[in-house]
């Protein structure tokens, strides 16, 4: 049976900080709403925007898998395991936090504000050795296609985590359809619009909107106008 959870953009949780103005789909640090706690294994979704030359400063972690997602400007990050990197836009970072971590990450821009995705899972092990790792995208891949940025497997397409999660994005001109099909049993998928007007299974989403989709098999996604978009295809049960 077919489940959907709609979010649509303007129910998020907001904290603007003046350095970051933090949108929350799903509850977080002073933002709780107990029928937004989690979707499956997806713990946070965070669409930030980080003001020139201000970040977070350094913190803790530990069994999690931290996924960054930059969409514009440039992000600095320096972590315990002695990684000092600079992630933007058609990269992607992964941190396993494992059994623990502390880093910072910063907009090292005097002139442009930073905007990001941060996505946290939660992993199918605990307590394992934290790793990090970050690759840049051929953005191009994803152009009137769904292109895989995210897997459990080191060898596949992407990076990839400690969890039976599957990310793809897409860059869709209007009008372009296609299907995807869950890559696991007993996964759902959640859908995250970056821009324009997207339907999914019939339910019409727009820019920030999100929806959660379980119990099926087969997503079929139409781009009404030019869109781009983010499919977590992750564990219901974990």
């Not at 600095?76 to 000092?84: E, I, L, V, W």
């Not at 050795?129 to 953005?139: F, G, M």
């Not at 920030?208 to 219901?236: C, H, Q, W, Y």
Request: aromatic share 8%.
């Amino acid at each position: 049976m077919e489940n959907i959870v709609l979010h649509k953009a303007d129910t998020r949780g907001n904290a603007n900080h003046g350095w970051l103005n933090a949108y929350h789909s799903f509850s977080f640090a002073s933002w709780y709403n107990p029928d937004r706690i989690q979707f499956g294994a997806l713990r946070v979704l965070n669409d930030d925007t980080i003001a020139a030359g201000m970040g977070f400063g350094t913190h803790p972690h530990d069994n999690m898998e931290i996924i960054t997602i930059p969409l514009e400007g440039d992000l600095a990050h320096k972590d315990s395991m002695g990684n000092t990197e600079v992630i933007k836009n058609g990269d992607i970072q992964v941190m396993s936090a494992g059994t623990g971590i502390q880093h910072s990450e910063f907009n090292p821009n005097a002139d442009q504000q930073t905007k990001l995705l941060q996505i946290w899972l939660f992993p199918n092990k605990r307590n394992v050795t934290p790793r990090y790792q970050q690759i840049t995208l051929n953005v191009a891949d994803r152009h009137n296609k769904l292109s895989q940025v995210l897997s459990p497997n080191a060898d596949d397409e992407g990076v990839w985590i400690h969890q039976d999660a599957w990310f793809n994005m897409g860059n869709f001109d209007a009008g372009i359809s296609t299907e995807y099909k869950i890559k696991k049993e007993g996964n759902g998928v959640y859908a995250f619009i970056l821009k324009g007007n997207v339907t999914i299974n019939g339910q019409e989403l727009n820019s920030r909107d999100a929806v959660g989709i379980s119990g099926t098999d087969t997503l079929n996604i139409k781009a009404n106008t030019d869109a781009e978009f983010l499919l977590m295809d992750i564990p219901m049960n974990y």
